[in-house]
């Protein structure tokens, strides 16, 4: 993607902090501001997201008359690690380490071009192992190693 | 307690069996996180966070302070073998170390890495011995407004003096005093941006944030740039380790150079061991009768990054301990440790934890001298390392990460932090924002807003407080200055591209 006379990467992030720094301000508007002396919780988010703000409008200004294009952004590995990473969280508790563990290891390999079921298996089979024996038997972290 | 006794107290304390064991733990393990590529001092220290939870906090730190400086060890080896740099700080070393491998001669760029590295270390820890008390001395009698000073000198350094655009480094050390906000206001009691999550009411996971911002974002960019062409790893024969006699003359004195730039990039904070190394290097070129011979396998060229980075590595703990001012983003997790032990980061800590500072000093020692011999003698092992796939790596590196941020509390809420910010911190990579300062704005934050309120409060509302006493208006004039060096740069690039597109005839948009 390119916009012209803009260096992408740059404008992008410009208007990304600028946008995040008025969010912040914004919500520090919720918080009694107080004054100088007696600063409210709400005064000094609201410094802060001025701040960001005008360094956003600085990035955005800077950013004028170049131009690179936005990098190509590969969504299959995001996917994948961030569907093995919420997994693990949805099911710790519920069905224990080693289901868990399995699922972890298994999505997060979906991000290789060609997954090798082998790699996974060993992969998972030693963390496993490790976890159980370093996690449940040595440091007794009060999680279950399977719980139906 | 004087001088001698101090020293023999950190000994005592150091040679202790279980802080023997840890610290040859710690700096195994340093030195591992520093071979793997995408594997960070950072990332480490925060997957082994909540192992420390089971020890004093004077082994806690023994271990983590272990597992950083012994990743200045092992980066080296990456960059030298394969042109990757094991960890950011040793990317300068990739310059002249793969070339010395290309001409068959890794195995005494390897041994020359090790060696200054030591030196480097060892002048910085002995600095530390001497300075940090009289530092932690002078820091006893500051006030807030010299607090702030401080703190802001060391977030607006370690935003402006790395490498990228000063202005992102700014914004994200902004964003990260942004985020330190979130959870119960302390003064008025008031929950601050937390969403309705309780879970937030504390603030946000300190480890979760920095496992999303560092494990899970490095992770992802690894993956999508789908570099997973097989490493081509020379075979290093041990028995051509040893360095001539012309690679040691040429090695001395950028040594020693490189260890004073380091140890005093480290003290100031916010300056840390990726830039020292920059410098020295830097220096080296400019002093040398023949700059044409770096990049082309100068011994030089190894010897002074890897003395300045690990003299800084060690220098920083100088402003982290002696004043509570971390001096990088591993600086700021430690503190992050120590007040999860319980322990309030500042100058008291020198004076009233003792055992716990000298300790940490005799540990140094031990490790420094562990480092070498795992460094020099034992590295063909961590060649070896460097043989595991990474597609077997990052999925356990993954697994670590979800049980050490979810062994911390026990609550899942904090693996959806990890995912947040995962996301956060890819697309800021994407974007070529530096994720460092963000995490020391965020731990620094707190404390500039509390010790700003407090001087306001005291002052009854008049800024002038602020730069009323010397070392006040010193880091204040430092920090102006800083700011105004680094946007030169910025803005004088950006005018320049404007009229550069301005002068030939542009077809109209």
Wanted: proline share 6%; hydrophobic share 55%; with cysteine.
């Amino acid at each position: 993607m390119r916009i012209a006379g803009f260096d992408a990467v740059d404008l992008a992030g410009g208007v990304l902090v600028f946008a995040g720094g008025c969010a912040v301000a914004l919500g520090a508007t919720a918080y009694p501001i107080g004054e100088l002396t007696r600063m409210g919780p709400g005064y000094f988010p609201m410094v802060v997201g001025i701040a960001l703000a005008v360094i956003g409008l600085a990035l955005v200004f800077v950013s004028r008359t170049t131009a690179t294009p936005l990098p190509e952004v590969r969504l299959k590995p995001a996917f994948a690690v961030f569907a093995g990473l919420i997994f693990w969280g949805l099911t710790i508790e519920r069905f224990g380490l080693v289901p868990s563990t399995l699922g972890l290891v298994f999505l997060v390999s979906l991000a290789q071009d060609r997954p090798s079921f082998v790699m996974i298996a060993a992969t998972a089979a030693f963390l496993i192992a490790f976890s159980i024996g370093v996690f449940i038997y040595a440091l007794a972290i009060p999680i279950p190693a399977i719980r139906l | 307690m004087d001088f001698g006794s101090n020293v023999a107290l950190g000994f005592t304390t150091a040679l202790q069996p279980f802080n023997l064991a840890i610290v040859a733990f710690g700096v195994t393990l340093g030195t591992l996180a520093g071979v793997l590529p995408g594997v960070g001092a950072i990332t480490a220290i925060s997957i082994l966070l909540p192992l420390t939870f089971y020890m004093d906090p004077t082994s806690a730190l023994i271990m983590l302070a272990g597992i950083y400086y012994g990743a200045q060890y092992g980066g080296s080896t990456t960059s030298i073998l394969m042109n990757i740099p094991g960890t950011s700080t040793h990317a300068i070393t990739c310059l002249d170390g793969y070339p010395l491998s290309k001409q068959g001669r890794a195995g005494p760029a390897m041994f020359i890495a090790g060696v200054t590295s030591f030196v480097g270390g060892s002048f910085a820890i002995l600095l530390m011995m001497f300075l940090a008390p009289p530092i932690a001395e002078i820091a006893l009698k500051f006030q807030s407004a010299e607090y702030v000073n401080v703190m802001v000198f060391g977030l607006v350094a370690a935003s402006t003096l790395s490498a990228g655009s000063p202005l992102k480094g700014l914004a994200m050390v902004t964003f990260g005093v942004a985020l330190g906000v979130v959870g119960i206001d302390l003064t008025s009691g008031v929950y601050r941006f937390n969403f309705g999550f309780l879970e937030l009411s504390d603030g946000l996971n300190l480890v979760a944030v920095a496992m999303g911002l560092f494990g899970v974002a490095e992770i992802l960019m690894n993956l999508m740039k789908g570099a997973s062409a097989p490493f081509t790893i020379q075979s290093v024969k041990l028995r051509a380790l040893l360095p001539t006699w012309s690679d040691i003359r040429q090695s001395t004195l950028p040594t020693v150079r490189a260890s004073v730039i380091g140890a005093g990039c480290g003290i100031l904070p916010g300056v840390g061991p990726t830039i020292a190394s920059f410098m020295a290097y830097a220096a080296e070129k400019r002093v040398s009768k023949h700059p044409e011979r770096f990049g082309r396998g100068a011994m030089e060229g190894i010897a002074a990054p890897e003395a300045a980075n690990n003299a800084a590595a060690q220098a920083a703990f100088i402003p982290t301990l002696s004043l509570g001012v971390p001096g990088d983003a591993i600086g700021a997790v430690l503190l992050g440790a120590l007040l999860l032990h319980g322990i309030a980061p500042g100058p008291s800590i020198v004076t009233e934890q003792a055992g716990l500072f000298w300790g940490l000093i005799g540990s140094f020692w031990i490790g420094n001298i562990l480092l070498l011999i795992l460094n020099i003698p034992l590295i063909g092992l961590w060649v070896n390392v460097l043989r595991i796939p990474y597609n077997a790596l990052y999925p356990a590196m993954l697994f670590f990460i979800c049980i050490g941020v979810y062994s911390i509390n026990y609550n899942v809420f904090d693996i959806f932090i990890v995912v947040i910010f995962g996301i956060v911190g890819t697309v800021m990579l994407a974007l070529e924002f530096p994720a460092a300062p963000l995490l020391l704005g965020f731990i620094l934050g707190p404390m500039i807003e509390e010790n700003l309120r407090r001087a306001m409060l005291v002052s009854r509302g008049d800024p002038s407080i602020l730069i009323a006493s010397p070392i006040s208006a010193a880091f204040a004039i430092a920090t102006v200055l800083v700011l105004l060096l680094s946007l030169r740069s910025t803005v004088r690039a950006a005018l320049d591209r404007a009229r550069r597109s301005e002068s030939p005839p542009v077809s109209s948009p």
